[in-house]
């Protein structure tokens, strides 16, 4: 360093700062030098112990906490020191652990309460309690119908192994038909012209195909298979509709920021099977102002997870790219020695990013602006890259209207391919002019 110059030392932000290193059993707790005598204490992880490390910290003076999100470990602690008054700090692991030579749990809790009182640690995001409460119930439900999806698949398997291939001749074994015909089997009845004529009046296939389809084996262990499933299917249906009512319940909580419906629009041609019962789209409509279902690829289901692991408070984010930053679907460039190594998208663990990325899915194939946008992009770019970038656009959309509270108008592929045939004309001119060339229309040469 040149002479004159001071060299610049790191300045302590947060003075009252404490650091808590998370486990199973036992939580390591580091406090401000002079606080105490033994800075460094371990409590064990029953409530009335976390408790008395509460009591401990504000004997110490402690104001803010920082703690690793080690599992779920972190949870019961989190909400005892939230409830103390504590300002707390939930840091990915992966942001401290770069550092080598801390082998212990002392030396682990003693290193996050020196990054914290300097500043250092950025803290995760976790929704309002209100929200968090929403996001149990809905996490809950996700659970248990993909629980019951293994049992329709089992289900599946005990009917192919007596070649009953009643998969083949309807589209959905759960349905009218299906149950109907699954109950008639386990109740004794083997003639399959009396199984077809439980048929729907909705389904395509005639009563002698699924007849043929439902002629089989019926052996002893596969019906016994095939009762525990359908029994088990049953249970997990009851405990859906049970969490379906805890969530209808619980959004009656929520401030209405609309009392009228949402807007009559053509509805969507999407299935509703796992489809809850009770209003959703109204109970959406009225705690968050708008109808974020006029996005393409974005169905009931699909905004009540993101409202769920998001929340309704947009100005978390400053913009819409840091929104599209946090969930990892925008790219990340790695510059070094003035070079871009790379612009991969971030690894990212988030159910909204997920849900997002379904939803782009669902619009590669509709006859939208975003699907044009997404079909042109997937010829580019491939259908991974194409999914990401379609899903940046829809994640930016649904923080423009929840930020705003605007509807989303879709312009449809014909404005869309105006507008980037003018792109593409304005680009192709600047470049022939940049060649020395000027360009000339097929129109103007014929005249």
């Known amino acids: 360093m040149q002479k004159g110059k001071k060299r610049e030392s790191l300045h302590i932000i947060h003075p009252n700062a404490a650091g808590i290193d998370i486990g199973s059993e036992i939580h390591y707790v580091c406090v401000p030098e002079g606080r105490c005598e033994q800075r460094v204490q371990k409590f064990k992880c029953f409530t009335e112990d976390l408790h008395n490390l509460a009591k401990w ?27 103390y008054g504590f300002s707390v700090l939930l840091v990915n692991a992966k942001h401290v652990k770069n550092v080598p030579g801390r082998k212990s749990d002392v030396q682990d809790c003693q290193w996050l309460q020196q990054l914290h009182s300097y500043g250092l640690l950025q803290g995760s995001f976790r929704p309002d309690d209100e929200i968090c409460v929403l996001r149990s119930y809905i996490r809950q439900r996700e659970s248990l119908v993909k629980t019951a999806a293994i049992h329709i698949n089992r289900m599946q398997k005990a ?55 439902l002629t089989g084996d ?6 016994f298979s095939l009762r525990q499933e359908h029994r088990l299917y049953l249970i997990y249906q009851e405990a859906i509709a049970e969490c379906d009512k805890a969530i209808a319940d619980y959004y009656k909580q929520f401030e209405t920021k609309s009392d009228s419906g949402p807007p009559c629009i053509k509805s969507k041609a999407t299935s509703t099977k796992n489809k809850p019962q009770f209003g959703l789209h109204e109970e959406l409509y009225r705690v968050t102002g708008v109808d974020f279902t006029t996005i393409p690829g974005l169905s009931t289901l699909t905004v009540q997870t993101i409202v769920s692991e998001v929340g309704m408070n947009p100005h978390k984010w400053p913009t819409d790219k840091h929104f599209s930053s946090w969930l990892g ?19 990212v663990i988030n159910r909204a990013a997920n849900a997002f990325r379904m939803a782009a899915q669902a619009a590669l194939n509709s006859k939208s602006a975003l699907g044009a946008y997404g079909r042109r992009m997937k010829t580019r770019l491939g259908a991974p890259k194409a999914i990401t970038a379609t899903a940046r656009k829809i994640a930016s959309t ?44 097929q129109t103007e040469t014929c005249t």
């Open 329 to 347: 679907l925008s790219p990340s460039n790695r510059i070094t020695g003035e070079k871009v190594i790379s612009t991969r998208t971030r690894k």
């Open 159 to 213: 009917l192919s192994q007596m070649n009953l291939q009643l998969h083949k001749v309807i589209r959905d074994i759960t349905g009218v038909t299906g149950i109907r015909i699954i109950e008639s089997i386990l109740s004794g009845e083997r003639n399959a012209a009396k199984l077809a004529s439980l048929k729907d009046c909705r389904i395509k296939s005639d009563e002698a195909t699924i007849a043929k389809a």
């Open 398 to 441: 649904f923080y423009n209207m929840l930020k705003f509270g605007k509807g989303y108008v879709d312009k449809g592929i014909e404005h869309y391919e105006k507008k980037y045939k003018e792109r593409t004309l304005k680009y192709l001119i600047t470049k022939a002019k940049e060649l020395g060339y000027v360009m000339v229309s």
């Open 218 to 223: 019926y052996r002893a262990e596969h019906l």
């Open 57 to 83: 910290l504000q004997a110490c003076e402690v104001t803010t906490v920082a703690m690793e999100s080690t599992g779920v470990y972190w949870i019961p602690l989190f909400q005892i020191l939230d409830s």
